[in-house]
């Protein structure tokens, strides 16, 4: 059976080409692993051992700028990833009551991925569309004035896609 490295060859080919392409190694880490998790989705042990022999770094230095930054995530996640902003705007028109809706649809609770890996969810801080409040945004696609009863809509939108591929 393949390991995670040899299973993502093609990968690991497409991050050593942007770290070879950087004019200095020093100072590039983060610049390194916010390219890696877009090319991943995610930051295994894999792909941090890699990101710190490639800039000749110590792998718990690396570690220790994933687990520090919310930004970067060892886990993956979905296919569709939902965001409920709980920002006070979104959270004061009922922004909670729709990710509680999203947990019990879905089955899973806010920074959880569903088994089949379609679906992640989390709630975020805030989105900067106080104006659209409560805002859920799905694959960067925002949806505006969300009310309970559209949550069901929502994840039935990719549900669907899946059909028809």
């Known amino acids: 059976m393949c390991n995670f490295v040899d299973r993502n060859k093609n ?4 991050l050593d080409g942007f770290i070879n392409s950087l004019p200095t190694k020093n100072g590039a880490l983060i610049q390194v692993l916010h390219h890696a998790q ?11 051992l890699y990101v710190a022999e490639k800039l000749d770094l ?8 994933v687990s520090f930054y919310s930004y970067f995530t060892t886990e993956p996640k979905g296919e569709y ?24 649809l879905l089955g899973i609770k806010s920074g959880e991925t569903t088994k089949d890996s379609k679906f992640s969810l989390e709630g975020l801080r805030c989105v900067g569309a106080c104006g659209l409040a409560p805002v ?28 028809n591929c």
């Open 58 to 65: 110590s792998p718990a230095k690396v570690y220790g700028v």
């Open 136 to 163: 859920v945004v799905v694959n960067g696609k925002v949806y505006g004035h969300v009310k309970l009863d559209q949550v069901e809509d929502i994840i039935n939108e990719y549900k669907a896609l899946e059909v």
């Open 11 to 14: 990968l690991f080919d497409e």
């Open 38 to 48: 877009g090319i991943f989705g995610y930051l295994p042990r894999e792909v941090q």
């Open 81 to 104: 990833k939902i965001s409920v902003c709980l920002g006070t705007v979104c959270f004061v028109k009922g922004s909670d009551k729709i990710l509680e809706k999203f947990e019990d």
